[in-house]
């Protein structure tokens, strides 16, 4: 809730986040909102990232595994930025379709997070760098 608030309108955003759920629950019948965004939160959830590196006067793009905090860190704010970022839908509509993107294992998160995954798998050469 706190990552979709903004300007410290907290009721905004709980207004926002639980009319998504609804919104979540109408369109998925059967599963309640909380276990969908659980899972698509793990299925947004990047394992790996590169962090620039600078060795020797040349920076290096090498791969790191990510922590769990991180990653779910990551996952929401990929959420909520791709739903922010729709424009001309109301913020509810666009977060509970990103949402539900994500569950069903597509949408712009998947993207994002296969393209990180993408990016550190170009560059395992430099994976004897991590220190």
Same mark, same amino acid.
């Given at each position: 809730?706190?990552i979709v608030m903004t300007q410290g309108k907290?009721?905004?955003?709980? +207004?926002?986040?639980?009319?998504?759920? #609804?919104?979540? #629950?109408?369109?998925?019948? &059967?599963?309640?909102?909380?276990?969908? %965004?659980?899972? !698509?939160?793990?299925?947004?959830?990047?394992?790996?990232?590169?962090?620039? $590196?600078?060795? &020797? &006067?040349?920076?290096?793009?090498?791969?790191?595994?990510?922590?769990?905090? $991180?990653? #779910? !860190? %990551?996952? %929401? +704010?990929?959420?909520? &930025?791709f739903a922010k970022a729709k424009k001309g839908?109301?913020?509810? $509509?666009?977060?509970?379709?990103?949402?539900?993107? !994500?569950?069903? *294992?597509? *949408?712009?998160?998947? $993207?994002? +997070?296969?393209e990180v995954h993408r990016m550190a798998q !170009?560059?395992?050469?430099?994976?004897?760098?991590?220190?």
């Amino acid at each position: 809730m706190n990552i979709v608030m903004t300007q410290g309108k907290r009721t905004v955003a709980q +207004r926002i986040v639980y009319d998504a759920f #609804e919104q979540m #629950e109408e369109k998925q019948p &059967g599963s309640t909102a909380v276990e969908m %965004l659980e899972r !698509a939160i793990e299925n947004a959830k990047p394992r790996l990232e590169v962090k620039s $590196r600078r060795v &020797g &006067g040349a920076t290096y793009q090498v791969p790191m595994e990510v922590t769990s905090d $991180r990653s #779910e !860190a %990551l996952a %929401l +704010r990929w959420l909520v &930025g791709f739903a922010k970022a729709k424009k001309g839908t109301p913020m509810k $509509r666009a977060l509970a379709t990103e949402i539900l993107e !994500a569950y069903e *294992g597509e *949408g712009n998160c998947i $993207r994002r +997070r296969d393209e990180v995954h993408r990016m550190a798998q !170009a560059n395992k050469a430099f994976a004897h760098f991590r220190w």
